[in-house]
């Protein structure tokens, strides 16, 4: 089994900066990509960031690219987020998952990531 446990959550005035951290317990065998997703309320969930593939190249929603920087260690099983610029529009719980892919895509669909954490709340006012 895996847990996923994020922290880092808060409210913060737009244009401030928040970080964001999600450490994976368990069997660390059982995943091989990670991510970070955010539902606001009300919508779906929307990737945020993450590898899209097993290579480990983080890449970023268009909404967060060059205000968010999202960094994996390997050797903690962890995976941060740094959010700086913030919006309004980027308040949202802030979900990070976890899945095991058998090809070499992690991918962006909510719904094929098995592990989630219980979410972090981040709200910009």
């Known amino acids: 089994q895996v847990q996923l446990v994020e922290s880092g959550g808060a409210s913060v005035q737009a244009g401030g900066s928040l970080g964001l951290s999600c450490v994976s317990q368990?069997?660390?065998?059982?995943?091989?990509?990670m991510a970070w997703f955010r539902q606001a309320p009300g919508q779906e969930f929307e990737w945020v960031a993450g590898?899209?593939?097993?290579?480990?190249?983080?890449r970023y929603s268009d909404p967060v690219k060059n205000r968010f920087t999202a960094t994996q260690d390997n050797t903690k099983n962890a995976l941060y987020l740094e959010m700086s610029g913030l919006k309004p529009e980027d308040s949202a719980m802030y979900v990070c998952a976890a899945r095991r892919s058998s090809d070499r895509w992690c991918g962006t669909d909510y719904n094929n990531y098995a592990y989630r954490g219980q979410g972090t709340q981040v709200t910009v006012s």
């Open positions: 590898p899209v593939t097993r290579s480990g190249i983080i």
């Open positions: 368990g069997d660390e065998g059982s995943t091989n990509c």
